[in-house]
């Protein structure tokens, strides 16, 4: 006999559900893969596997009775007519057929073998929707057949053994839609099972009810119902248990580690739902542990689907009682997936974690919160704000509890506020993860808006007397206060904090303009006591002047607040009159910028305040000027008077026009003492330097806006090259601040005095335009070479003092580079400077790589010639300094020979994949080599080599960049270039040989043809004998001489080459294979003397053949005059790429180093 189709799916084996419900399994560390082979066969997918499961299954199903123990299957109450009856003994009264079934199964296998695309991966909106519809189907399915076809003993059971099957094989198609289908159907089973339980539930009650009654009120035929329906739901609740116990065992435990990732989503997402829909059967740690297992999981999609299934088990309180072994096995897990790669997982992690929290007291320990903390700094704003509300959970809301009053949240105390703000500023202070409290803010902004939005605690606590706060609580309070306006105000987040939302919604824009009122009507009469009490105080004051940033100023003029602003303009002076400090002069100039808008109804007492200030100040200015001017000697304080009087100027010349009060005049005199003198301290000169620079673009913008005369344009002409000249002597003095000071005001003027100023129709500026002469040119550079490419120190751990200012002094130095690059892009400079920038490539790569790059990026757009001319001179002068230095002995051994190499190749790779674009380009860079290589003979009766002809290693670099035609050509130039250079037969010339190594045709495999492509595989043909070949060459040398075009280059597309006569490619593609043998094999110390020779290097050139490259190179480089021979040269080269333009859309199948270092 044989058993049923659910039976034989099941197999002996199995467990009903009750069972496994009712039993604890431990879990330890080898319980993995012992309950995997224990509970199913070998995984499908294993590689020795080689057959699907509809050919095991159709010799396998008359014999699995005999191999498995009989097993009964429950039957309905009423089966349909002609469907399949299973007796208790195991019979069955009839098989049908299973050939139509193998049939479609084999054909659809081969159709989806033969396209890999299948509906539940095919793009689109309609297939996504057609996935929805499919799960839907399957949901459907089971509803409607619940109470009828469901417990039948033929369809659900064939079904069941159907996916089964399918879920088992190797076509990725079958198993995906299987599992997919199989998971839906038994989510949809544990709902009926549910529905059973309840109705099994009540049913007990009904009848305990009616039992309980007395004789007389006892109905004994609704007793006998009852018990009939309870043994009905029971058998269709064993009947539900089986067929999900054999979907869990056939599918689930197999695919829930498939290779697939899809799949692995599929079965933890269900299994996830089946924990929640019916805890009390799979709420157990036999079926914990696979999402605890899954939860190393490499793929994001997975481990994503573990966490939110995790989720929903720890939301409940109800669930959390049963999952103590689950937390205490698998924590470490969920603490360390907080640091997960993948952001969205990182999100979910803490989510749990915050679960965790709320609904398991107890259970994450300080150790694994603070590896929480200081998540609430990351640059990832979900990330972030979830650590916030893991924060506010875990520190804030036991202190800060709010009671419930009639279901309605009670206003939280001014003492619960309190206690909250000093919670954080304790974290933020004793914690010392981060030295902005802004991103603290933004992390608790979306749980705690409301207690950061409470400025009149914030407030009270800062003006209050008797605050128990010390100066770095003040400080960090007054940076809360300004942050959570600033958020308030603007509704983003602060910079460097990654946001994936696009802009706010109208409700949160509503919300933004309300808070926004609201934050300006408290503060705008709080600020000048805020300012009156932390006046003194630098590092306090320059925040809250900041707050005018975020102010609605109309309140001003709307709610009739004018007598706080006069008291703020008071404030606002005392605090420029008191400091020096560029931090809080640039916040109180950029204050009163905000303020001095001439549509406000108040802009004229505020430009009289700003009046007042700066004749305070000008006054001050011209009286302490006199003085330097007149006296030979000035104490400290009075040199300090005027050096912040001068700095307060300049802060505020910088947000405001004050050409009026003529300060160009004292402080050109100034300037001109402290050059002529150098009697003036160079405190004072920073801020005056500055001062005229501002004076000088004010008077710009003026003369730009409205039609300005020839003499006004002549006059400020004059004055621009009269400051240009005294910052160019201010380059040679002693304080490097003053050096670098006049470096950036000098590249600036010259980058806004340039030709670039008349573009947009400003004709009438052309007087302006100014061009520096060549002195200045080369004092720019020099002072780049001495101020900037210089060896900083050793960074250490970057928090000392030491660590802080080694940045900041590279900040400025990255200043200054980028400031004279600018200069080289809009041709200020000659762009042959640029080689003291490009010789320092490689070696200052990690300081200033990204600036060098995209200047060498941008010179090549604006002319690719002349960059590759500007590379070769980097190399040149590199190699010149070397070998003044160290002489020519042993020069290519010197570590500082192996960093101009380096050097080279990254040159070479910046030329990027468009090699036929670059043809001419690397070929003239290649000819300038060999000339700068052979320029310099050796000493008259020495026998060593020339002094730079080791630069022809360098050059070697550059060979993967050429073509296999151009290298033929460069070979014979080579050739008679040390035609001319006298040498010792004996005495080999390494860096030739390496050179004409890196040219020969089996080296750098980078070798490209014009398209692009790597030249197809062609069967080697014997070729002609050498001596054949030579005269061949000959006879095609002399009827080439006479020809000026030469022929279209070898081609290498499959398409093209049809078109070619087959005569004529027979011919290209022959060849001797001696040459690649010779290269193959290494040289021996007399091989490498004669191939490094004069006399042999004939002889070496001549093997490869009567190709395209000798024709060539007979052609162009036979030649006795060496310009005549440049100028065939080029000629044929711009042939050559003629008839190459059909294939040039191709792109060479270069490594991804070259690809990154060319794209920006």
């Not at 009264?93 to 659809?108: M, N, Q, R």
């Not at 207690?451 to 809360?480: A, C, F, G, H, Y």
């Not at 959570?484 to 946001?499: D, K, L, M």
């Not at 002889?1099 to 036979?1118: A, E, F, K, Q, V």
Request: aromatic fraction near 8%.
């Amino acid at each position: 006999s044989v058993s049923s189709p659910l039976r034989r799916a099941s197999g002996g084996r199995q467990r009903v559900l009750s069972a496994s419900s009712s039993s604890s399994v431990n879990m330890p560390c080898g319980d993995r893969d012992s309950d995997q082979t224990a509970e199913g066969d070998s995984d499908s997918l294993s590689a020795d596997e080689g057959s699907d499961f509809e050919d095991s299954l159709r010799h396998s199903v008359k014999k699995r009775a005999a191999k498995r123990p009989l097993r009964t299957t429950p039957v309905a109450k009423h089966p349909k007519k002609g469907s399949r009856m299973v007796r208790g003994h195991g019979q069955k009264d009839s098989e049908p057929p299973t050939s139509d079934l193998f049939d479609a199964v084999k054909a659809a296998k081969s159709d989806m073998q033969d396209s890999g695309e299948y509906p539940l991966t095919a793009p689109g909106p309609s297939w996504k929707k057609f996935q929805g519809s499919f799960c839907e189907f399957v949901k459907t399915l089971v509803y409607q057949c619940q109470y009828s076809l469901l417990y039948d003993g033929f369809p659900m059971d064939n079904l069941i053994s159907l996916l089964t099957g399918l879920s088992d094989s190797q076509v990725r198609a079958f198993r995906h839609t299987s599992t997919l289908a199989a998971m839906k159907l038994m989510t949809s089973l544990v709902r009926v099972a549910l529905q059973l339980s309840l109705h099994k539930d009540n049913n007990q009650r009904q009848y305990e009810a009616e039992r309980n009654k007395g004789p007389g009120q006892r109905a004994p035929e609704r007793l006998e119902s009852l018990l009939e329906k309870r043994k009905e739901l029971q058998e269709h609740q064993e009947e539900i248990e089986g067929m999900m116990n054999a979907l869990f065992r056939g599918v689930f435990v197999h695919r829930y580690r498939d290779i697939l990732p899809e799949i692995r989503a599929i079965c933890i997402e269900e299994i996830g739902s089946w924990m929640q829909s019916y805890s009390t059967s799979f709420l157990t740690d036999s079926y914990l542990k696979y999402i605890g297992w899954t939860l190393h999981d490499k793929h994001r999609e997975v481990r994503l689907k573990c966490l939110k299934a995790l989720k929903g088990l720890y939301g409940s309180r109800d669930l959390t009682a049963r999952l103590e072994l689950f937390t205490s096995r698998f924590k470490d897990r969920m603490v360390s997936m907080v640091m997960d790669r993948e952001y969205d997982v990182a999100v979910e992690a803490v989510k749990l974690l915050t679960l965790i929290l709320k609904n398991m007291e107890g259970v994450l320990t300080d150790a694994d919160c603070e590896g929480i903390y200081p998540v609430v700094y990351a640059s990832n704003r979900a990330l972030a704000s979830a650590a916030g509300e893991f924060l506010y959970w875990k520190l804030f809301y036991p202190e800060c509890e709010t009671k419930m009053v009639s279901g309605r949240e009670r206003r939280r105390s001014p003492r619960a506020q309190r206690t909250f703000f000093h919670l954080l500023l304790s974290f933020f202070v004793e914690s010392e993860l981060h030295n902005h409290a802004a991103y603290l803010v933004d992390s608790l902004w979306d749980c705690a808006g409301s207690q950061l939005k409470d400025w009149e605690s914030l407030t009270s606590l800062l003006l209050e007397k008797d605050q128990n706060l010390d100066d770095v609580q003040e400080s960090t309070l007054i940076e809360i206060l300004v942050s959570s306006v600033r958020q308030a105000s603007e509704g983003h987040p602060p910079v460097g904090r990654i946001t994936g939302r696009k802009g706010l919604t109208p409700k949160e824009r509503k919300i933004q303009a309300d808070d926004k009122v609201k934050l300006t009507e408290h503060l705008i009469p709080l600020l000048p006591q805020l300012l009156a009490k932390f006046s003194a105080d630098a590092e306090k004051v320059a925040p809250l002047l900041q707050l005018l940033n975020y102010f609605d100023l109309n309140i001003y003029c709307t709610r009739r607040l004018e007598k706080h602003l006069e008291l703020f303009l008071q404030q606002l002076q005392e605090v420029v009159v008191k400091h020096a400090e560029p931090t809080v002069l640039e916040a109180g100039a950029h204050a009163l910028y905000l303020l001095c808008n001439p549509e406000f109804t108040f802009f004229g007492r505020v430009d009289f305040a700003r009046s007042q200030l700066v004749d305070l100040l000008s006054d001050r200015f011209q009286q302490e000027l006199e003085e330097l001017l007149q006296s030979s000697f000035l104490d400290e304080d009075e040199v300090y008077s005027l050096a912040a009087t001068l700095k307060r100027l300049s802060a505020f010349y910088n947000a405001h026009d004050l050409t009026r009060w003529e300060l160009y005049e004292p402080c050109f005199r100034l300037l001109r003492k402290a050059v002529d003198t150098g009697e003036v301290p160079h405190q004072v000169m920073l801020p005056a330097l500055t001062l005229v620079y501002f004076s000088i673009l004010w008077t710009l913008t003026h003369l730009s806006g409205s039609g300005a005369s020839q003499k006004q344009l002549l006059s400020l002409k004059d004055r621009m090259v009269a400051f240009c000249e005294l910052c160019q002597s201010c380059l040679s003095d002693v304080a490097s601040e003053i050096q670098e000071q006049a470096f950036v005001l000098l590249s600036d003027l010259l980058l806004i005095f340039s030709p670039q100023m008349i573009v947009g129709g400003r004709d009438f500026l052309r007087p302006l335009v100014f061009f520096p002469e060549a002195t200045l040119q080369s004092e720019l550079a020099s002072f780049l070479m001495d101020h900037v490419f210089i060896q900083p120190g050793e960074l250490g751990s970057g928090h000392s003092q030491e660590d802080h200012l080694q940045i900041e002094q590279l900040h400025q130095r990255r200043r200054l580079l980028a400031g004279f690059c600018k200069l080289l892009l809009y041709g200020v400079l000659e762009m042959d400077a640029a080689s003291d920038v490009f010789k320092h490539y490689n070696k200052f790569y990690g300081d200033y790589g990204d600036i060098i790059k995209e200047t060498l990026t941008r010179a090549r757009q604006i002319d690719r010639s002349h960059c590759s001319r500007i590379l070769l001179l980097s190399l040149k002068q590199l190699y010149t300094e070397l070998l003044q230095e160290q002489g020519p002995q042993g020069l290519n051994e010197l570590p500082a020979f192996s960093e101009m190499r380096d050097l080279a190749r990254r040159f070479a790779l910046s030329f990027g994949p468009q090699q036929l674009q670059n043809r001419d380009l690397v070929v003239t860079l290649h000819k300038e080599g060999i000339k700068f290589s052979l320029s310099e003979s050796p000493p008259t009766g020495s026998s060593g080599q020339p002094p730079n002809l080791a630069f022809l290693e360098l050059l070697a670099e550059f060979s993967p960049r050429l073509f296999h035609q151009d290298k033929q050509l460069l070979l014979s130039y080579l050739e008679k270039c040390l035609q001319r250079v006298s040498q010792a037969p004996d005495c080999p010339w390494g860096p030739v040989t390496t050179y004409c190594h890196s040219l020969s045709p089996g080296e750098n495999t980078v070798e490209a043809n014009p398209q692009g492509y790597p030249r197809s595989k062609k069967r080697r043909t014997e070729g002609p004998s050498r001596q054949q070949r030579e005269d061949i060459s000959s006879s095609q040398e002399e009827s080439l001489q006479l020809n000026s075009i030469p022929p279209t280059p070898t081609l290498t597309s499959t398409a093209i080459k049809r078109r070619q006569p087959l005569g004529g490619l027979e011919e290209m593609e022959e060849g001797s294979p001696e040459p690649e043998l010779v290269q193959s094999q290494p040289l021996s110390g007399n091989q490498r003397s004669r191939l490094s020779s004069p006399q042999h290097f004939r002889t070496l050139l001549n093997r490869s053949g009567p190709g395209l490259g000798n024709r060539l190179t007979r052609l162009s480089l036979m030649e006795e005059d060496e310009e005549e021979i440049q100028s065939e040269l080029s000629e044929e080269w711009q042939d050559t790429d003629k008839h190459s333009s059909s294939s040039e859309h191709g792109l060479d199948l270069l490594d991804s180093t070259e690809m990154n270092l060319e794209d920006l």
